[in-house]
């Protein structure tokens, strides 16, 4: 996608399968399998959708999927499908892994910052050797003190390796990182979750990353009980989607299983979203 001096790509690191019950909070499961399937473990389908932003002479990526480390254990448990993956589908675009400059980490959680490393000689070690890693400090001090809560989430492979590669650059504060790329601390799903806005020609592009991780959780109760602080997510999502209606913000949706962007529209009292569409290559 052309986005005024920018070029957008979703990629794709596979799906994986998450408790239907888990995703919806405190939604009865009779209202979300209106809008979704689930299978015979309550499962649900998801994607793990990146962003590749290229322009002002820099390659960019946002989260990194889950990557290649995860147990068979885990890949049982979350149904993982990778035929597709971050490697496949950066192929895709043209783009090898030393070709990317920054990796912005929404958070750290394995479903975002899995893909930030890889197994080489028995160590995990940076995939994007060339890039800086732009990390929230609060989110980095959360990741590397997991409590019993947020325990199974955070994986130290997934990201101390870049920070002993020299790779980490972290970030304190909202503001723009680069011309038009601006990150923005919602709160709600983890204390430091951030989202990422790109401005460009006038318009306003937003990887929403878990702030609305699919098309169905625009409604401001279809909030996940994995959110930590699921009273922020509500607050932040209100303002937010209201100006995201306002803006006309195209809206990129990280685990939505078949929309990888779209823009929010309100008629009468409803909420939907109106999907762009995307070549093979973000599937
Ligand atoms: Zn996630």
């Known amino acids: 996608m052309i986005f005024g001096e920018f070029d957008i790509r979703p ?12 995703m919806f909070g405190v939604i009865p ?8 399937t689930a299978d015979e473990k309550n499962r649900i389908p ?7 932003v290229q322009g002002g002479g820099r390659t960019i990526l946002i989260d990194a999927g889950i990557g290649d480390k995860m147990s068979e ?3 049982d448990i979350y149904g993982f499908d990778r035929v597709v993956n971050l490697d496949t589908s950066l192929a895709w675009a043209g783009v090898s892994p030393e070709d990317i400059d920054v990796v912005i980490a929404t958070h750290l959680h394995f479903d975002h910052a899995g893909g930030f490393t890889v197994m080489a000689g028995g160590r995990p070690r940076p995939r994007f050797p060339n ?20 325990r199974a989430s955070y994986f130290a492979e997934n990201y101390v390796p870049l920070l ?7 970030v304190e504060d909202d503001g723009e990182l680069l011309p038009g790329i601006s990150v923005l601390r919602t709160g709600g799903h983890t204390m430091h979750h951030q989202i990422v806005r790109i401005d460009s020609g006038g318009r306003t592009a937003v990887f929403a990353a878990d702030l609305l991780p699919t098309t169905a959780h625009i409604d401001d109760p279809w909030i996940m009980a994995y959110d930590l602080y699921p009273l922020d997510t509500l607050a932040y999502k209100k303002s937010f989607v209201a100006d995201a209606i306002r803006g006309e913000y195209v809206i990129f949706f990280e685990h939505d299983p078949t929309v990888a962007a779209g823009i929010i529209r309100q008629e009468g009292g409803r909420k939907r979203v109106e999907a762009i569409e995307m070549s093979t290559a973000s599937r």
């Open 131 to 150: 890039a800086r890693y732009i990390i929230r400090r609060g989110e980095w001090d959360d990741a590397t003190h997991p409590n019993e809560r947020n």
């Open 73 to 75: 254990k885990s890949a």
């Open 46 to 52: 998801l994607a793990a959708r990146p962003l590749l």
């Open 29 to 36: 499961k009779s209202m979300w399998e209106k809008r979704t």
């Open 11 to 22: 990629l794709s690191d596979g799906t994986f399968r998450l408790d239907g019950g888990a």
């Open 164 to 170: 002993d590669a020299g790779l980490v650059d972290f």
